[in-house]
């Protein structure tokens, strides 16, 4: 299947356009598919292709992502039943029942504390991420076991207003790796101990190590356990590597998590750097998710 190709992207493209425009009514695959101009069964393997789920899924949660986007933005203020009608519901508790199946919570419970499922939210597909994605990422990873490694480096803590200063971390790493010892071949960038209600984390800039003795100062060690990890390719294609790796991290936790057999498990995720790296065109590095089977 060629949907590389211009004008399948831009056809596909116009099937999403439809899809919002109608998110609160009835629409079929046929539907969609006639405003590509694909045949049925042609459109239903392209969406899956490109979406990493089968077109009544990414319904779904693009209803109950819009639905939960109002329900922050309008609080108290908008009434449960009526956020039903409007997502094409006949009644609150189908309603209800359709966004806990997606969420895990009810849409009251959601309202009081809406970021700690807010990673499950099904983002629109657009150009750019369709573009980037057939460019950088294996969109289908490798589920490997991990063994536990210890990382040493340095590490800061970060939220979304201030996750831009992350290569100025990674400055700092490299003026103490050779000072660090035991290395192992490669490096890593650790996400642990994320707060889900107001989205930071602490980021290690590091390298895998042998033990732990004699760290420079201003270093630190943080042991990561043997856990199933979903691992993903990134090709590099630009110069601004923390830049381009943003699309990416959209793309595996709104897009491909959401609709995997797998959820996200308690622990670190990563970047793994192979010997050799450099931020520029050419390279290549992983993105190491941990996941367990969904029960």
């Known amino acids: 299947m060629d949907f590389a190709q211009p004008s399948v992207i831009a056809r596909f493209l116009q099937a999403i356009d439809f899809i919002e425009d109608h ?79 997606c969420f895990g919570v009810t849409p009251g419970a959601y309202r009081k504390g809406p970021r700690a499922v807010g990673m499950r939210r099904r983002r629109r597909i657009d150009a750019q991420t369709l573009s980037h994605l057939q460019e950088v990422l294996t969109m289908e990873p490798e589920i490997q076991e991990i063994d536990s490694f210890v990382v040493a480096g340095v590490r800061e803590r970060f939220h979304e207003d201030t996750k831009s200063r992350i290569p100025e971390l990674w400055n700092r790493f490299l003026a103490l790796l050779p000072d660090i010892p035991h290395q192992r071949p490669g490096t890593f960038g650790l996400c642990v101990n994320a707060n889900l209600e107001d989205g930071s984390f602490d980021y290690v800039a590091g390298v895998a190590v042998e033990r732990v003795d004699r760290l420079p100062e201003g270093t630190i060690a943080e042991s990561v356990p043997r856990q199933t990890y979903a691992v993903f390719r990134h090709q590099i294609r630009g110069h601004n590597l923390h830049a381009e790796l943003q699309p990416t991290m959209r793309w595996i936790f709104g897009t491909w998590l959401p609709a995997a057999p797998f959820e996200y498990a308690a622990g670190p995720d990563f970047e793994r750097y192979p010997p050799g790296f450099e931020p520029a065109p050419g390279h290549s590095l992983e993105i190491a998710i941990p996941v367990r089977k969904r029960a």
């Open 23 to 101: 998110l609160p009514e009835p629409v079929a695959l046929a539907d969609a598919a006639k405003q590509a101009g694909f045949s049925l069964h042609y459109f239903s393997r392209l969406f899956r292709v490109l979406t990493g789920e089968p077109f009544g899924a990414y319904l779904r949660r693009r209803r109950m992502t819009v639905a939960a986007e109002r329900l922050e933005a309008e609080g108290r203020g908008l009434r449960l039943v009526d956020l039903a009608f409007d997502c094409g519901y006949d009644s609150q508790e189908a309603f209800t029942r359709a966004f806990k199946s």
